[in-house]
C-alpha cells in the first residue's frame, strides 16, 4: 500500500524548495512521476529537483525536445515533458527504458500520460492550483520512496 504526504505550498519559491529537497535525496535508479494541470507548479518542482541534484540550468520544461539529459550533477538526469506525446509508441521509438529503469533519475512532466511505462516503485507527486497557492500530494511506492517521504515530512521544506 502507497504512503502519502499532502503539502500546501503558498509559492514557487516554496514548491522549488520543496523540489530541491527532494533532489538532494535521491539515487541512482529515481523516478519522479509529475502530474497535473498547466500552471499547477510543476516545472518550479522539476528546476527545484534538478538544483537538489547539483544540476545547473535555466529555463522552463523540455516542452519541445521531449528530453533534456543532464550529466553535470551529482547523478546523470532525464527530464521528459511527455505532455505533446501522441501515443506510448513515441516512447519506444525514442528508447525510454534506459531512463525510465537506469542508473541515473528520471524525471517525468505530464507523466500520467505514460503511466503504463512507469516503474512499479517511484514516486507520484500531484499537484494542483488551490485558492491559496499549491496543493501537491505525493504518493511512495516502494520502500526507499516511503522512507524519502518520511524524511520530507519532518524536514522543514524550506518556507
Same mark, same amino acid.
Given at each position: 500500500? =502507497?504512503? *502519502?504526504?499532502?503539502?500546501?505550498?503558498?509559492?514557487?519559491?516554496?514548491?522549488? $524548495?520543496?523540489?530541491?529537497?527532494?533532489?538532494?535525496?535521491?539515487? =541512482?535508479?529515481?523516478?519522479?512521476?509529475?502530474?497535473?494541470?498547466?500552471? $499547477?507548479?510543476?516545472?518550479?518542482?522539476?528546476? %527545484?529537483?534538478?538544483?537538489?541534484? +547539483?544540476?545547473?540550468? !535555466? +529555463?522552463?520544461?523540455?516542452?519541445? =525536445?521531449?528530453?533534456?539529459?543532464? @550529466?553535470?550533477?551529482?547523478?546523470?538526469?532525464?527530464?521528459?515533458?511527455?505532455?505533446?506525446? /501522441?501515443?506510448?509508441? *513515441?516512447?519506444?521509438?525514442?528508447?525510454?527504458?534506459? !531512463?525510465?529503469?537506469?542508473?541515473?533519475?528520471?524525471? &517525468? *512532466?505530464?507523466?500520467?500520460?505514460? *503511466? $503504463?511505462?512507469?516503474?512499479?516503485?517511484?514516486?507520484?507527486?500531484?499537484?494542483?492550483? &488551490?485558492?491559496?497557492? @499549491?496543493?501537491?500530494?505525493?504518493?511512495?511506492? %516502494? $520502500? /526507499?520512496?516511503?522512507?524519502?517521504?518520511?524524511?520530507?515530512?519532518?524536514?522543514? =521544506? +524550506?518556507?
Amino acid at each position: 500500500m =502507497p504512503v *502519502e504526504w499532502e503539502w500546501l505550498s503558498r509559492s514557487l519559491e516554496a514548491t522549488a $524548495a520543496l523540489g530541491q529537497r527532494i533532489g538532494e535525496r535521491l539515487w =541512482p535508479g529515481s523516478f519522479i512521476a509529475l502530474v497535473g494541470d498547466l500552471g $499547477a507548479g510543476k516545472t518550479a518542482l522539476a528546476q %527545484g529537483i534538478l538544483a537538489g541534484l +547539483g544540476v545547473e540550468r !535555466s +529555463g522552463g520544461s523540455p516542452t519541445f =525536445p521531449l528530453l533534456w539529459e543532464y @550529466r553535470g550533477g551529482r547523478l546523470p538526469v532525464y527530464h521528459w515533458d511527455v505532455y505533446r506525446i /501522441r501515443g506510448l509508441w *513515441e516512447l519506444e521509438e525514442l528508447g525510454y527504458e534506459d !531512463s525510465f529503469y537506469g542508473d541515473g533519475v528520471c524525471l &517525468v *512532466e505530464w507523466a500520467d500520460k505514460v *503511466e $503504463a511505462l512507469w516503474p512499479p516503485e517511484h514516486l507520484r507527486i500531484d499537484l494542483e492550483t &488551490v485558492p491559496d497557492g @499549491r496543493r501537491l500530494r505525493l504518493t511512495a511506492r %516502494g $520502500a /526507499r520512496y516511503e522512507a524519502l517521504l518520511e524524511e520530507l515530512r519532518h524536514a522543514d =521544506p +524550506g518556507v
